[in-house]
């Protein structure tokens, strides 16, 4: 049949099962929107209050639910605001397509009106971008968009398509989506020979899970594997959830602000298993001095990250979910119980603790914890209250925890709350964000109301940018250089206005109550939380040092320091 490219571009959505949509409008995708107004009741649009956050949002509707999250933009300034959320996106390996309009074919080039090679821009932070300027090859781009997104390790795609190919016509014919394939042809018989060797040697292994667990959907056999072969586990921010954080082999986060359990016990384990981790520089602390006692093993599907920041002494590549599968057919029940008599016995020597008196972020994160009972999503933007989130939270579903791990993008979190709350509506959704967080992408609070999407929003008010404070506090001799938010604004006051409840709490027996009354009300509410602001997160491992060299308060404290 006859059709336009407007109507190929809402048919292939459809193809393709997408129910959600979020974006903003403009002169070039005028044509688009058009089509979608006719398709209302097929496909959802979310009117965003800026482009950045529709972005945002798609991702945040992509790690809710394992799908693509789709978002549009105009040319020019529009697919420009979609960039920081893309890069998030590229970042963290989250399947979203992005589809903006240009000028026509006669105008690019000529410094158009909102004219921006946009597929330019995105190149180095998207795995694919097209301009489509030919109508009749329109279909295939955005069905090959929807594959190279969500086949492999996921990741953005950008689809740019001119403003005539919106209006010009061709045949079109229907498509069933492309069935993903797992990669198993990369598997190999001698690489998993190889795994299992040092697996049966090890006497002191540890399980380092990141994102990639999650992205294939293997938390079952992570956890199978870690059970069968007796060996704790620690995780990435992003592997949150792919492993039980209740279970008694958990250790805790590694890195920079992980646990001292995780980190002494990597540095003293002798076979270090990672499974989908690329192992950040956030991680890993001095390269050098990484896990220096042990054999590495190194799990994924993405052959560039083998030996791409720490060498690693064997390998096996493809879906994590069917390695394991493997590998756990493979070796042999162990029980290591003198290694794991060691671990108990750190944990119980360097517990996560925090002041007990007056209201803090740690204890604000356990009560939002102990009311939703562990079965909330929660959505972070990044700082201080991030880590908090990631330390004192316990994840024991993959997908429960999303937050921008790579980019770290103040801001990510409003909209990636309405995309997850939209994509698992039965679900609490709450977005946790620090006071300089949430003032860069407020905004969304009006779509929140506009659509009555019953997200809350905590802010942890500490009246400055905590996570820059406590750097300048412990490395720059306490000189707070633009780091004080000492204006007037009133967040209670500005969610009234945008037409959400604004609830302040100052005292700790406040806390519990004011999640309780924002979940009753089932419409979005925000939540001022006034903490110190000098509330620091520890432990804390300084920059570019090794992860042994983790500290925290009472290390301060005996060595004299503030």
Not at 112 to 122: H, L
Not at 313 to 341: N, T, Y
Not at 522 to 548: L, R, S
Request: hydrophobic share 40%; charged share 25%.
């Amino acid at each position: 049949m006859q059709l336009n490219g407007s109507e190929i571009i809402i048919e292939c959505l459809k193809e393709q099962g997408v129910d959600t949509v979020f974006g903003y409008p403009g002169g070039t995708i005028l044509n688009v929107y058009d089509e979608l107004y006719k398709h209302q009741s097929e496909i959802r649009h979310i009117l965003t209050s800026h482009e950045q956050g529709a972005s945002h949002a798609a991702d945040g509707y992509a790690r809710a639910t394992g799908k693509v999250g789709v978002c549009l933009a105009t040319s020019g300034p529009g697919a420009t605001n979609l960039v920081t959320g893309i890069a998030t996106a590229y970042m963290d390996s989250i399947p979203i397509v992005a589809i903006t309009a240009n000028v026509g074919v006669p105008l690019l080039g000529k410094d158009s009106f909102q004219e921006v090679d946009i597929a330019g821009v995105v190149m180095p932070i998207t795995k694919h971008s097209f301009i489509v300027k030919d109508i009749t090859k329109l279909a295939d781009t955005i069905r090959r968009a929807f594959v190279i997104a969500k086949s492999g390790r996921p990741g953005p795609v950008l689809v740019d398509i001119t403003k005539d190919v919106t209006a010009l016509k061709t045949e079109y014919k229907a498509k069933k989506p492309e069935k993903i394939q797992r990669v198993t042809d990369t598997i190999c018989k001698e690489d998993i020979k190889e795994a299992e060797k040092l697996i049966k040697a090890a006497k002191k292994p540890v399980i380092f899970v990141g994102g990639g667990a999650i992205s294939s959907g293997a938390a079952k056999e992570v956890a199978e594997f870690a059970h069968k072969i007796a060996a704790p586990v620690t995780d990435t921010l992003m592997g949150k959830g792919a492993f039980p954080g209740t279970d008694d082999l958990y250790m805790g986060m590694l890195g920079m602000h992980g646990t001292k359990t995780a980190n002494l016990a990597v540095t003293r384990c002798d076979l270090l298993i990672t499974i989908g981790a690329r192992f950040s520089d956030r991680v890993t602390g001095n390269t050098s001095k990484f896990a220096s006692n042990a054999k590495i093993l190194q799990l994924d599907i993405d052959p560039a990250e083998i030996n791409k920041n720490i060498v690693v002494d064997a390998s096996v590549i493809g879906d994590l979910k069917e390695v394991l599968k493997e590998l756990i057919d493979e070796v042999e029940p162990k029980k290591h119980v003198a290694w794991l008599q060691e671990i108990k016995d750190l944990q119980d020597q360097f517990p996560l603790k925090y002041a007990e008196d007056g209201l803090t972020g740690p204890y604000v994160i356990e009560e939002m914890y102990r009311v939703t009972k562990g079965d909330a999503i929660v959505v972070t933007d990044v700082g201080q209250h991030q880590m908090w989130a990631a330390q004192y939270y316990k994840y024991t579903q993959p997908r429960t925890l999303l937050t921008s791990g790579g980019l770290g993008t103040m801001g990510y979190g409003l909209g990636a709350a309405i995309g997850a709350k939209l994509a698992k509506p039965e679900k609490t959704v709450i977005n946790v964000a620090g006071d300089g967080c949430f003032r860069m992408n407020m905004n969304e609070i009006a779509t929140a109301t506009r659509y009555n999407i019953p997200i809350i929003q905590l802010v942890i008010n500490n009246h400055v940018l905590g996570m820059v404070r406590q750097w300048q506090t412990l490395f720059y001799g306490e000189r707070y250089s633009y780091t004080v938010l000492n204006d007037k604004v009133d967040f209670v006051k500005l969610a009234e206005a945008m037409g959400a409840v604004g609830i302040r709490v100052t005292k700790k027996e406040e806390v519990g109550p004011a999640l309780e009354q924002a979940i009753a009300l089932k419409q979005p509410v925000v939540i001022d939380c006034q903490i110190d602001c000098d509330d620091k997160v520890f432990p804390m491992v300084p920059a570019g040092a090794a992860i042994e060299e983790t500290f925290d308060q009472d290390d301060l404290d005996k060595r004299g320091v503030k």
